[in-house]
């Protein structure tokens, strides 16, 4: 039973580019989250969505940032316009349903190096 | 909004040496998770607390949550090098929002051989 798969996982970007990162979320779960890690830090809250609907962004920068969950594929965040302060890991998390009692898997992360 | 913190930021042990991190939150939790992440890797869920006053035990590992549900700590006996990470709190948020996790900044654990 594969876990939470991210890719790519490492990612580096030159200033004002493109950054596409993908999750597959567990068998069985429909429910994805976005964190970001900055170095030394705690994860940070940024987005959960559920099959073609974003559910909560409001962690989730107004600008540059977006995210889907397509019915088919995996789900994506994208950064356009990368700046140097996008620098940092992207995990996303799934669970099998949501309230409170619900263990979120992690994957492996997307270390994203803005040059 | 809700905040966790966590204390301390950094601890090294000698191997053979306890280990303690504790955790506080803002707001009253309906349950703490606690979660270890190994250098260059993500973060791995350990035990979720959910009583008042629980104690759960894995191994040398012993959690904590707090009575007013909104402390907890995690102990760890007689370290070993495999137990190098850092180990992170986080609460649920309250109402709608109680999917997003709130994480604390984590303790950085640093074990000598």
């Known amino acids: 039973n594969a876990g939470v798969m991210q890719n790519p996982r490492h990612l580096v970007r030159r200033r004002g580019q493109e950054a596409r990162l993908r999750c597959s979320p567990m068998k069985g779960h429909s429910h994805v989250y976005w964190y970001r890690q900055l170095p030394e830090e705690g994860l940070k809250f940024m987005v959960y969505?559920?099959?073609?609907?974003?559910?909560?962004e409001s962690g989730m920068p107004k600008e540059r940032f977006s995210a889907e969950f397509p019915k088919e594929g995996p789900s994506i965040l994208r950064i356009q316009q990368v700046v140097r302060g996008d620098s940092a890991a992207y995990f996303c998390a799934s669970s099998p349903g949501t309230g409170t009692y619900n263990e979120q898997f992690f994957g492996p992360g997307t270390r994203l190096t803005v040059l | 909004g809700q905040q966790v913190m966590q204390i301390p930021q950094y601890q090294h042990v000698q191997e053979g040496e306890d280990f303690t991190t504790y955790c506080n939150s803002s707001?009253?939790?309906?349950?703490i998770q606690w979660y270890k992440q190994r250098p260059g890797g993500h973060p791995v869920f350990l035990i979720q607390?959910?009583?008042?006053?629980e104690v759960k035990k894995q191994k040398r590992l012993t959690f904590q949550f707090g009575e007013a549900k909104k402390n907890s700590s995690l102990h760890i006996t007689a370290t070993q090098t495999t137990d190098v990470g850092t180990y992170f709190c986080a609460g649920p948020g309250s109402g709608a929002g109680s999917y997003q996790l709130t994480f604390g900044k984590g303790t950085k654990l640093s074990v000598i051989p």
């Open positions: 607390l959910v009583k008042s006053g």
């Open positions: 707001t009253t939790l309906s349950n």
């Open positions: 969505l559920q099959k073609e609907n974003i559910i909560d």
